[in-house]
């Protein structure tokens, strides 16, 4: 599939993804959050952006969204202490971990969290990929999402691109470091409410301790 998605991907980086671990053998999968789970989400999310309208510009997004030109590429759900931990509760619930461990075929300890992110009209995902370090596992929900054409998201794999258009109620676990990912079509529609949750194996393989060397290296 031809597309030039805008990059901020560094060239040096491609070794990376070279070098970096394999855990599963497609290294993508599309699958449901579970049901009670992203019930929780969708409520909780509604309640905060439609009814109280909690929903603010964020700051800094490491150039990786992009937007139309004066408006914030994405919103967050600000000043909701109680709701940060209500969405942290996805990431280190034993049903997703579950999940995140048999894609990956190995036991795996949550490191970061973001969401739920709110893109809206323009917005662009840059090809990037993820932390190093602390996003080898990760996976990425569809909470909510008001949109008049599909958003699909691009994962640049050993075989060239695919692409999966998630609906609410669906998450995508992909090899965040392994792939880089994007995506490149501006949204077109509301809004796209996403979370994101990322994690690394317990223990380590020699392959793993080798590629964490040449991280370091790097630095
Ligand atoms: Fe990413």
């Given at each position: 599939?031809d ?20 855990f ?59 709701g ?17 461990e ?18 809206r009209?323009?917005a ?34 050993e ?27 501006p ?33």
């Amino acid at each position: 599939m031809d597309i030039s998605p805008p990059k901020v991907m560094p060239p040096e980086l491609d070794r990376i993804t070279r070098l970096v671990p394999k855990f599963n053998a497609t290294g993508w999968r599309v699958t449901d959050i579970p049901s009670g789970l992203y019930r929780d989400l969708y409520w909780r999310f509604r309640e905060d952006y439609t009814i109280h309208d909690l929903a603010v510009p964020e700051g800094n997004t490491g150039g990786v969204v992009q937007g139309t030109a004066g408006a914030a590429p994405a919103l967050v759900i600000a000043g909701t202490g109680f709701g940060d931990a209500f969405f942290e509760r996805a990431h280190t619930s034993p049903e997703i971990i579950a999940l995140m461990e048999g894609f990956a075929g190995c036991r795996l300890r949550p490191t970061w969290w973001y969401g739920p992110r709110v893109y809206r009209s323009g917005a662009v995902l840059a090809e990037h990929i993820d932390r190093l370090e602390t996003h080898l596992v990760n996976a990425t929900l569809n909470i909510d999402c008001d949109l008049a054409e599909p958003w699909p998201i691009f994962l640049k794999t050993e075989k060239g691109y695919v692409s999966a258009d998630l609906q609410p109620g669906q998450m995508l676990l992909y090899e965040g470091v392994r792939f880089p990912h994007s995506r490149p079509h501006p949204l077109k529609g509301k809004h796209y409410a996403g979370m994101f949750l990322h994690y690394e194996p317990i223990e380590k393989t020699q392959e793993h301790e080798e590629y964490l060397r040449h991280v370091k290296e790097m630095a």
